[in-house]
């Protein structure tokens, strides 16, 4: 069992950062609360941005803030909006997910750029699209929709018919999920706290959303290899989804990628597996070397 007590350098507030962005011809000029959770010093050498997963906020990650081996490093977690009852962005493509955190990579000077499950597919777009060169360490993410479980991809197919129950449902399965996570008592009642106040209305679109995504481009794995940056792909025994036979033949002959298989299960990767979560993030910053022009154009 995992305890986590959080650092006395971390600080949770919400940050009004305006978003420019391109689409087309037009112009367009937004402005998005930010759910921000930080620790480390403002002056350290390196910056890493941390995206949760689907319906987890920013808080999910002070398991990961708490490790001796970060302690000199700034990390920024941001609640992806639309998550965890953040207010939803009118657009929840995950393309538009990497257009606004690529801004914040700019505004924060990030070296390293770490997303678990929908934080990943966000973090694989950013690389993928050019709008971020730097590394990037991805927990559980899913490359296409074959890697998700039937039941996934069910409640989702059912949210046209049957409206918000389906992702209602959902919601209560996750309950049901975190009561099983190795942790203390007290940390899993506060990621239950967070995954109940996700309204299951804005998940049904965020949802459907995610799994378009997963279906939309004909070789996901090739697209974050020819990204040509370090990526680090981490994967449970069970628990998390996978990969597919050709995808994981793909990411094996990449020479820029690593893929990591955690021994067991796991459904909560940087709760569960914090320590190894660290030592990831220290071989990407000590890449990050290499790509000192981390905003794409």
């Excluded at 920013?58 to 490790?67: F, G, I, P, T, V």
């Excluded at 220290?282 to 890449?287: C, G, M, R, S």
């Amino acid at each position: 069992m995992i305890r986590c007590q959080l650092p006395p350098t971390v600080v949770i507030r919400v940050s009004a950062i305006p978003f420019a962005g391109r689409f087309g011809s037009r112009r367009t000029r937004m402005s998005f609360e930010w759910e921000i959770v930080e620790s480390g010093p403002k002056s350290a050498d390196h910056t890493v941005l941390l995206l949760p997963g689907g319906l987890n906020t920013s808080r999910s990650y002070a398991e990961l803030m708490a490790q001796p081996a970060l302690a000199g490093v700034r990390l920024i977690a941001v609640t992806l909006p639309g998550n965890g009852g953040t207010p939803p962005p009118e657009d929840f493509s995950i393309e538009n997910y990497a257009r606004l955190t690529a801004d914040l990579v700019a505004d924060f000077g990030c070296d390293v750029v770490l997303g678990f499950s929908l934080g990943a597919s966000v973090a694989l777009e950013m690389v993928a699209s050019g709008a971020f060169r730097g590394p990037v360490v991805l927990l559980g993410p899913s490359l296409s929709s074959k890697d998700e479980p039937g039941f996934f991809r069910a409640i989702v197919w059912l949210g046209g018919p049957l409206g918000s129950l389906p992702s209602a449902t959902m919601l209560k399965m996750m309950g049901m999920a975190t009561k099983q996570a190795r942790l203390s008592e007290d940390r899993r009642a506060e990621l239950l706290a967070d995954f109940r106040k996700n309204d299951p209305r804005i998940m049904r679109q965020g949802l459907r959303a995610y799994l378009r995504y997963l279906d939309r481009y004909d070789s996901p794995a090739a697209r974050l290899c020819d990204a040509g940056v370090p990526a680090w792909v981490v994967h449970a025994e069970k628990g998390d989804g996978g990969l597919t036979r050709e995808e994981r033949s793909t990411l094996k002959a990449c020479p820029r990628t690593t893929l990591v298989t955690i021994p067991g299960t796991s459904y909560f990767i940087p709760n569960e597996e914090p320590e190894l979560v660290a030592s990831l993030l220290v071989d990407a910053l000590d890449q990050a070397v290499d790509h000192t022009d981390r905003r794409g154009r």
